[in-house]
């Protein structure tokens, strides 16, 4: 299988913020802000404390709503909502993109630690919502977030992809190192963030690029 053409690659799963969109939309940024005022309004702290445990959360946990979860017992329904209920404005329409998915004639899926209706409506907003077959959310991982292995096996069981058939898609790259370890493809979307970088990583992703809309371009033909 590592003799095809990434073009013919048969599966291709997606991550979402910061992958499908440039990172300088800031629009995680924004999601950032409100994950820092609602840690701090729930367990009654100042801001500078719950950025602190925000971050100290997402190294630990994988995601800062799985430190909450985990260390206070937080249902997840309330920070989900508030923390996505953000202005998309920031997103701008991909012509380009839509145009080279289309030319991939693969299957195409989206693996996000995000909520179901966050990912859809920013997938409306950059236009190329047609494209993805099904989008497997936090929610469908039972709130455990990348880069956790089992979940990636329940991603794979959803979607029924052949890893070995499948090209993965996403900027944090510590995230792709299970997807490597079950013979996936990986591309590590660069955006310069500290937490993003491969030296965090345990697998040296296979491709590299600071521009997925041309990246995409450029393997699709066009």
Same mark, same amino acid.
């Given at each position: 299988? !590592?003799?095809?053409?990434? $073009?013919? &690659?048969? @599966?291709?799963?997606?991550? #979402? ?15 950032? *802000? ?5 840690? +701090?309004? &729930? #367990? ?10 925000? *971050?100290? &959360? ?5 995601? !800062?709503?799985?430190? #909450? ?15 996505? =209920?953000?202005? #998309?404005?920031?997103v $701008?329409?991909? =012509?380009?993109?839509?145009? +080279? ?6 299957r $195409?899926?989206?693996?996000t %630690?995000?909520?179901?209706? @966050? /990912?859809?409506?920013?997938?409306? *907003? ?19 977030? $990348? ?8 991603m794979? =069981? ?7 058939? !499948? ?7 510590? %995230?792709?190192?299970?997807? /490597? ?27 590299? !690029?600071? %521009?997925?809309?041309?990246w ?6 066009i």
């Amino acid at each position: 299988m !590592t003799a095809l053409p990434l $073009k013919d &690659y048969p @599966y291709w799963v997606f991550d #979402l913020d910061n992958t499908l969109y440039p990172v300088g939309a800031n629009l995680f940024e924004a999601i950032d *802000k409100r994950m820092c005022g609602f840690i +701090a309004d &729930y #367990l009654d702290i100042g801001h500078a404390e719950a950025y602190r445990l925000q *971050k100290q &959360y997402f190294r630990e946990h994988g995601t !800062t709503l799985r430190g #909450l979860m985990d260390c206070h017992g937080m249902e997840p329904g309330p920070y989900l909502e508030y923390v996505h =209920s953000v202005d #998309l404005a920031p997103v $701008k329409r991909d =012509s380009r993109m839509d145009r +080279a998915l289309d030319q991939l004639p693969g299957r $195409k899926f989206v693996f996000t %630690n995000a909520t179901l209706d @966050y /990912a859809r409506r920013v997938l409306d *907003k950059i236009g190329i919502a047609r494209h993805f077959d099904d989008i497997f959310d936090i929610e469908a991982a039972d709130f455990i977030p $990348k880069p956790e292995p089992r979940v990636y096996e329940r991603m794979q =069981s959803r979607f029924g992809i052949d890893p070995v058939a !499948t090209v993965m898609v996403e900027d944090v790259a510590r %995230n792709l190192g299970p997807a /490597a370890a079950m013979g996936m493809t990986t591309v590590w979307v660069m955006t310069g963030r500290p937490w993003a970088h491969a030296e965090a990583a345990d697998h040296d992703p296979h491709h590299r !690029t600071d %521009n997925l809309t041309e990246w995409l371009a450029g393997v699709a033909g066009i």
